[in-house]
């Protein structure tokens, strides 16, 4: 298992930029995929990115050219840049670790909120 924690959401006008920011301990980082999820009220949570112990990535249709994940593995931390920021990109944003199709852990959240 791995500790994950979020850090950096808050409120940001539409069509602005935000990054947030996951530090992991407990575990070795390097070898995880971490992805990032986002849950909206009253709906699922999905998947917003992902990038693996390799660096590939991939991102929901709904994000993609807007958003970047990036990891710095020396920092134990994945980033998540959001531009051109929609009010539906308003949610709760979370961190997740896998390995081999296991789940090593879950960030607690981070609220980001896109309005005027």
């Known amino acids: 298992q791995v500790q994950l924690v979020e850090s950096g959401g808050g409120l940001v006008q539409p069509g602005g930029s935000l990054r947030i920011s996951c530090a992991g301990s407990?575990?070795?980082?390097?070898?995880?995929?971490m992805g990032w999820y986002r849950q909206a009220p009253g709906k699922q949570r999905e998947l917003v990115a992902r990038?693996?112990?390799?660096?590939?990535?991939n991102y929901a249709d709904s994000v993609k050219g807007r958003f970047i994940i990036s990891r710095d593995n020396a920092k134990n931390t994945v980033y998540l840049q959001m531009n051109s920021l929609k009010p539906e990109d308003t949610a709760v944003y979370y961190c997740?670790?896998?390995?081999?199709?296991?789940?090593?852990?879950w960030g607690q959240g981070t609220q980001v909120t896109v309005s005027s």
């Open positions: 997740n670790a896998d390995f081999g199709g296991s789940v090593a852990g």
């Open positions: 990038i693996s112990s390799d660096g590939f990535t």
């Open positions: 407990g575990g070795i980082f390097s070898v995880y995929t």
